[in-house]
């Protein structure tokens, strides 16, 4: 019985230490427990001996892959070889008109990696029987997909799809004959030829530059103005875009210089619209103000509408809503609060006030004085109704860093009071905190200041202000235009929609 199976096709699977053996069984011992294989291949690759045997212990899994027929014995000599080849040569097979038999077409090399041409598979056929078509079809499968992998060919699918076949028509049974014989999947997805590929890059800049952009543009322009014709899409004439707030109807030019002081001066500032704003001198600043307070915009007015923009400025530069917020309970901001005895004085005391009531921990300081003004004192009432805290000596406030320095001690007048030991403590502990500054109404460029500002908030129209009082912004307080133009300035509001307004030097 057991040289029955001599010359049979075997796959023997001997586990994951010693892989997976194909061959020709070469001889069988009963008595032993062996089996031998010729022409042997190790997971697909050929092995170097021309002949391994196997022991019965060894064998986990054992497949006939092919039984010798009649006609095997007249070729078993010269297709042994590639026979063998069949899980890994990627071999075609299909079925004859009988549909008895298989036409199984060999490439010429038995190496696994070699690709077969159409006219090299024309050459050898063998017949083999129907029950070997499932096997034979499996390896060749999965040696398609192989190939398919290593080389980079796209399998061509010519079949229909389902999704796409009318519901009743019924689709013809391939029957794969051509000329009397089968159209071989290899020779459908191989058979082409393929020419060759080019070593050298396409070059694209070398391409493009042989396109003269500007050219054509202007021939194409030259030819509409003759003809009198627009083509669609021409660079030169794209529709105009508005945005949600401009109109589309055409208004007069936009005059930017809308505020015209009676004296020129060497500082110009602009707003983010463009808009010129002049600088003033303190002269005319202080004309101004009499005039305003003339017509009833009393000193007390102007502090509260000072204090009211000032710590509108204040709390946007301390975080805003993000900071100042239910949730942030444990996270409320420190302000430190330097006022002298004077008019700028009381204009800090009145920011203090606001910033107490929005939540902030506001410290106060304010050198005692016999005698102080009389809005000094109405301030300093109100603001001792808040939970803000007054000192009047440098050493209470503050050794670690607050969230902002407001600096109100400098004053136009009265250039003497730097001279004092309490404004040189007080200069002294700004600059080593590290804290930012913000400048309440500061003192020209020509007066030098103590304390380097980081944003300067300057009163109606601003002075010409030096680079140590930072970024300038501008506040509304309230002057109405008439009185501009009463001391002789053509004004027109730059505010638009707020009441303190970023500027920038020009």
């Known amino acids: 019985m057991a040289t029955d199976w ?9 586990g994951d230490s010693l892989g997976v053996y194909q061959g020709r069984v070469s001889a069988v011992d009963q008595i032993s427990q062996t089996i031998s294989l010729t022409r042997p291949f190790h997971n697909g690759v050929k092995c170097l001996v021309p002949e391994v045997t196997f022991r019965a212990g060894d064998i986990t899994e054992l497949k006939i892959l092919q039984i010798p027929g009649p006609r095997d014995s007249k070729q078993s000599g010269d297709l042994q070889h590639t026979e063998l080849g069949i899980p890994g040569a990627g071999c075609q097979v299909g079925t004859n008109q009988n549909g008895t038999g298989k036409l199984l077409k060999k ?6 990696q070699a690709i077969p041409r159409r006219t090299d598979m024309k050459n050898q056929e063998v017949v083999i ?13 999965r ?11 796209r399998r061509r699918h010519n079949s229909w799809s389902s999704s796409s076949r009318h519901p009743n028509q019924v689709t013809p049974k391939k029957s794969g004959l051509k000329n009397g014989q089968m159209k071989s999947k290899d020779d459908e997805c191989f058979g082409d030829d393929i020419e060759e590929i080019p070593d050298t890059d396409f070059d694209f800049e070398g391409n493009l530059a042989l396109f003269d952009k500007a050219a054509v543009f202007e021939e194409i322009d030259t030819y509409e103005r003759r003809s009198g014709t627009r083509s669609r899409g021409t660079p030169n004439e794209r529709p105009a875009r508005y945005r949600h707030d401009e109109n589309i109807l055409e208004s007069e030019p936009v005059v930017y210089r809308r505020i015209v002081v009676p004296q020129n001066t060497n500082k110009e500032f602009c707003t983010d619209s ?11 600043h202080k004309k101004v103000l009499s005039v305003a307070e003339k017509h009833g915009l009393t000193l007390e007015r102007r502090l509260e509408m000072t204090g009211v923009c000032a710590s509108q400025m204040a709390l946007s530069l ?8 239910p949730k942030n309970v444990h996270q409320r901001p420190t302000v430190a609060l330097l006022c002298g005895p004077h008019v700028k004085g009381a204009q800090g005391i009145s920011c203090g006030r606001h910033l107490s009531n929005h939540d902030v921990h506001v410290i106060l300081f304010l050198p005692n004085f016999v005698k102080m003004l009389e809005s000094i004192t109405n301030e300093l009432n109100l603001f001792s109704k808040t939970q803000g805290q007054q000192v009047s000596s440098v050493k209470d406030l503050p050794d670690t860093p607050v969230d902002l320095v407001i600096n109100c001690l400098d004053c136009h007048e009265n250039a003497f009071l730097r001279d004092q030991p309490w404004y040189k403590a007080a200069v002294d502990w700004a600059n080593q905190n590290r804290a930012p500054v913000l400048s309440i109404d500061p003192p020209m460029s020509e007066m030098e200041q103590g304390i380097d500002a980081k944003w300067s908030l300057a009163l109606g129209l601003p002075l010409p202000l030096g680079e140590r009082a930072g970024r300038v912004y501008l506040c509304d307080i309230g002057i109405p235009q008439k009185v501009f133009q009463e001391v002789g300035i053509n004004y027109h509001s730059p505010f638009g929609c707020k009441f303190v307004i970023p500027l920038h030097s020009t």
């Open 318 to 325: 301390l975080g805003g809503p993000n900071r100042l917020n």
């Open 107 to 112: 490439p010429t090399s038995s190496a696994p």
């Open 143 to 153: 040696h398609l997909e192989s190939l398919n992998q290593s080389k980079g060919f």
């Open 274 to 284: 463009g808009l010129v704003v002049p600088s003033i001198s303190y002269e005319l």
């Open 129 to 141: 029987s129907p029950q070997q078509q499932q096997c034979s079809k499996s390896y060749m499968d």
């Open 6 to 14: 001599l010359g049979s096709i075997v796959s023997i699977n001997c």
